[in-house]
Nanobody
Framework: QLQASGGGLVQAGGSLRLACAAS????????IGWFRRAPGKAREGISY????????KFADSVKGRFTISTDIVKNMVYLQMNSLKPEDTAVYYC???????????????????????WGQGTQVTVSS
């Protein structure tokens, strides 16, 4: 199971930290990703972290503004969102997929079809 939280209403330029709580699978072997869906738009992958080796990936739209971190002990992943813009308004979801393929580290793109488990979303609204 995955549960995203931490959304809310913030002014442009502000910050929010989203949290994803994971349970029911081997957290340390999985990639946890963040996706978002804005009204009238397709779901967009924005970041992930691979708990196997700590590698991360960010979409160009959030690079330099968002950071991602993991707490292996608590089975939590955090998305720190800074310098928020009105176009960041969306429902944010966390998702998971296995982070290893045989002996190799899996390096997915940020496509949603590469992720197997999905949680409920949390609404982020950025006012101008």
């Amino acid at each position: 199971q995955l549960q995203a939280s931490g959304g809310g209403l913030v002014q442009a330029g502000g910050s929010l930290r989203l949290a994803c709580a994971a349970s029911g699978f081997t957290f340390e072997e999985h990639i946890i990703g963040w996706f978002r869906r804005a009204p009238g738009k397709a779901r967009e992958g924005i970041s992930y972290i691979n708990n196997n080796d700590g590698s991360t990936k960010f979409a160009d739209s959030v690079k330099g503004r968002f950071t991602i971190s993991t707490d292996i002990v608590k089975n939590m992943v955090y998305l720190q969102m800074n310098s928020l813009k009105p176009e960041d308004t969306a429902v944010y979801y966390c998702a998971a997929t296995l982070g290893i393929v045989g002996p190799a580290i899996y390096e997915p793109t940020l496509s949603d079809y590469e992720f197997d488990y999905w949680g409920q979303g949390t609404q982020v609204t950025v006012s101008s």
